[in-house]
Nanobody
């Protein structure tokens, strides 16, 4: 059974940090480009970050650049999102999604959002509040 399971969400104060994890089962993570996206209440899906299959290329949205870091441990079938200097506007449901090529990663750089993905998790809630 193919699954992506996000974890690590929770409540953090402004300026705080969280590390999100996304663990894959049922498929080999190293063969997929991995991304993180979020959806705040009443807003659309925002694609935040992505990492190429081999980990050599990463993408960050302007809203998180310099604060969030994506990484992957293919041996553990897991991708991470280190989130520092959190802001109240980071409050959202965070998802990881897998793509079977790096195509959409480069399209994100062009300002084009993905219209499809191969797998997506159920999300983990991040709330930034004092």
């Amino acid at each position: 059974q193919v699954q992506l399971v996000e974890s690590g969400g929770g409540l953090a104060p402004p300026g705080g940090s969280l590390i999100l994890s996304c663990t894959a089962s049922g498929f080999t993570l190293s063969e997929y480009c991995m991304t993180w996206a979020r959806q705040a209440p009443g807003k659309g899906l925002e694609w935040l970050s992505g990492i190429a299959e081999d980990g050599t290329y990463t993408y960050y949205a302007d809203s998180v650049k310099g604060r969030f870091t994506i990484s992957r441990d293919n041996a553990k079938n897991t991708v991470y999102l280190q989130m520092n200097n959190l802001k109240t506007e980071d409050t959202a449901l965070y998802y990881c999604a897998a793509f079977d090529s790096d195509y959409w990663l480069y399209r994100l750089e062009d300002g084009v959002n993905p219209t499809e993905y191969d797998y997506r998790g159920q999300g983990t809630q991040v709330t930034v509040s004092s």
